[in-house]
């Protein structure tokens, strides 16, 4: 039964693009109805595919195969199990992919770089030229060659609708405040704004139009919400980043823990 | 007998699967075609593809006298005295279906069958149990499988109108003393049904020495044509039987309110027939008249030995049914202790393209009675070897280190 839902999914894509396939789908979509409608398998999909294997590692390995012929069951499950957890993965990711342009919006990294390795250039930002940037803190990216000059701009480009935004919006407004006097911010929200002169900024540091994304003095900028590290951490990062920009105007610069992410900056 | 020589007249013998040849253990479900069978099939559909009968012209005429000479070689393969005493049917099945519905038994009267009888016998008995009240009693066999001829005789009385039962059985190919069963059923003055699907292929049957009213039996179990079947009738007991199916070529006449019947076997034929079935059936007649069914099932008959003794030097199988080779024909069924029946004959196949039955062969009532799952079946025919069932027993060798 199991191993007819995993092989129903896996043929029915197959028999998309071969007609040899659709006669096995057809197969394993009889036995998985039958199956949930708690009548037998009437095709012996599943004896088929058993004996298939089997067969075929009785040529090579006996053991193995009087393992799988035991604990066919189990594997099935195993199997049907990671097939589906996967499928759900790479559909999320699909979708995000879609919709954000990003397989993970949240953080900017990849699916397969979940944990955000900080030697490596993020993703999303792969083939960005002319910039040259390498992860900083919190999953900011440092534009080396950028040099800040007169009072520095920071940005919030975002959406109403985008969750990540409205997770973002208020802390970045929060720790932007402390530092109004010594920066010039601007919010915008792009499905409001679309015809904002600032649209330039946002196009030409996402150039594939993925937001929530947050530029901090034109050399710092992340895509992405830091809602991966925490709202804790993410305000201590933005601080780090906006005291390092403003040279250090406010107290809480000095603070040790700001102070020790600054000089990892 | 020339096996060699044989499975050369069978073309799908030629069939290799994955680089592999085809061993056949299915004979006793479907028989494989031999050329002989085929080309006179193709010449009705080539030459006189006409209707027999109806039609007066000159292909009309052809297939009328191809379908008669098949009637003739049908007798004479069954030992009948008259062509009319042969029915075209469909299979086994439809004659079986057809003497227990077209004899007229009324509530209270007994039908008499065994207790492994093929779904084809036992359900029209219980169908005639629902819907007129006739009483259906099953005689039990003895311990070791075999017939039980006492209580046989116990369980007939006056009422027992009809004893209805397995010539050969398609579970583990045992024989029943035909013989003397209607000899007893007769005594009794009850009629003798024979399902004679698994006996007609494999012996040299004579229903005129056998004494038998009724005898039904496949073509494709003989190496005929799918959808063909003979019903043997005694020409006497015709006046028994009311034809429960009727239609076009069964009347001479008909009017609005009233017809007139063909003499037998035709009014037994309604509908357009499957001639070019028939002429096939004729031709696989004629074939294993050539080869000689007795010839046949001594080779059987050594094979079945073989297969006996190889499986049984094995620990962990166990054959169903009738233990004794002799009496077992051309079938053997067994199971693997601690292995589904489903699992062997699918890694036979896998693995080798050996073609074994499994499940519980349309003997439901037999293994429900006994709380067996089912078995794996291998049966035998005229063109097995030796050297297949060398291999069969290799496989399964190998088969049971999975447990």
């Known amino acids: 039964m199991v191993i007819c839902i995993a092989a129903l999914v896996v043929l029915a894509v197959l028999s998309i693009f071969s007609a040899k396939y659709r006669k096995w789908a057809k197969e394993a979509f009889d036995c998985v109805a039958r199956r949930v409608t708690l009548r ?85 930002f792969e083939g960005l030229e002319p910039q040259v940037s390498v992860a900083t803190i919190g999953g900011f990216m440092d534009i080396e060659s950028a040099i800040i000059e007169g009072t520095p701009k920071v940005y919030f480009f975002g959406t109403t609708w985008c969750p990540h935004c409205r997770w973002e919006r208020p802390i970045f407004m929060e720790i932007t405040e402390k530092f109004k006097d010594y920066i010039e911010f601007k919010k915008i929200e792009i499905d409001l704004e679309q015809d904002s002169p600032d649209i330039s900024v946002f196009n030409h540091y996402s150039p594939e139009g993925r937001i929530p994304l947050l530029i901090l003095g034109g050399k710092y900028f992340r895509i992405g919400s830091g809602e991966t590290i925490g709202e804790e951490m993410e305000k201590q990062v933005l601080t780090a980043i906006l005291c390092k920009i403003t040279d250090n105007p406010i107290a809480e610069c000095k603070s040790p823990e700001i102070t020790e992410l600054i000089n990892s900056i | 007998m020339d096996v060699e020589k044989i499975r050369k007249d069978f073309p799908v013998l030629e069939r290799e699967i994955n680089g592999k040849p085809i061993i056949y253990f299915d004979s006793a479900c479907m ?77 209270g009267e007994i039908v008499l069958t065994t207790d492994r009888e093929h779904n084809s016998n036992l359900l029209p008995c219980h169908m005639l149990a629902e819907k007129k009240g006739v009483i259906h009693k099953v005689v039990r066999s003895k311990l070791d499988h075999t017939f039980d001829m006492d209580a046989f005789k116990s369980a007939l009385t006056g009422g027992v109108k009809l004893v209805s039962f397995v010539y050969t059985s398609n579970l583990d190919g045992y024989t029943l003393p035909v013989k003397e069963i209607i000899k007893t059923a007769h005594d009794n003055g009850s009629l003798v049904l024979l399902d004679g699907a698994q006996a007609v292929p494999h012996h040299a049957v004579n229903v005129n020495k056998l004494g038998a009213d009724f005898l039904a039996f496949s073509g494709h179990k003989m190496l005929g044509p799918t959808g063909t079947g003979v019903l043997y009738v005694k020409k006497e007991n015709y006046e028994k039987l009311k034809p429960f199916m009727v239609g076009g070529e069964t009347v001479e006449w008909s009017s609005y309110d009233s017809h007139k019947f063909l003499e037998p076997p035709e009014r037994f034929e309604a509908g357009l027939q499957n001639y070019a079935g028939e002429i096939g059936l004729a031709a696989a007649a004629e074939y294993l008249n050539s080869v000689g069914r007795d010839r046949i099932g001594k080779h059987e008959q050594e094979l079945t030995k073989q297969m006996h003794e190889g499986l049984s030097s094995i620990g962990g199988i166990k054959i169903i049914g009738v233990q004794k080779p002799e009496l077992r024909g051309s079938i053997t069924s067994f199971s693997v202790n601690g292995m589904k029946h489903h699992d062997v004959a699918m890694l036979l196949d896998q693995n080798s393209n050996i073609m074994v039955r499994s499940g519980q062969h349309c003997i439901h009532s037999w293994f429900k009675a006994r709380s067996i799952d089912g078995s794996v079946r291998a049966s035998l025919y005229l063109y097995n070897t030796k050297e297949e069932v060398g291999v069969l027993i290799q496989e399964i060798k190998k088969i049971i280190k999975l447990r």
């Open chain 2, 31 to 107: 028989a494989l075609k031999p050329r002989q069978v085929i080309e006179a099939m193709n010449q009705y559909y080539h030459d006189f593809p006409a209707c027999a009968g109806r039609s007066i012209h000159k292909l009309s005429s052809q297939v009328e006298d191809a379908r008669q000479k098949a009637r003739e070689t049908i007798k004479k393969f069954v030992g009948a005295k008259y062509s009319e005493e042969i029915i075209f049917t469909r299979n086994t099945t439809e004659g079986l279906n057809l003497v227990i519905n077209s004899l007229t038994l009324k509530s």
């Open chain 1, 40 to 124: 037998p398998c009437r095709t012996g999909f599943d004896e088929k595919v058993k004996a298939k294997i089997v067969g075929k590692l009785m040529k090579k390995n006996m053991g193995l195969a009087r393992f799988t012929h035991k604990h066919f069951e189990t594997m099935s499950w195993i199997f049907t199990i990671v097939f589906f957890v996967s499928l759900v993965l790479v559909i999320n990711g699909f979708a995000n992919l879609v919709i954000y342009g990003t397989c993970d919006p949240i953080t900017g990294n990849c699916i397969f770089n979940p944990g955000g390795d900080p030697n490596r250039v993020l993703c999303p």
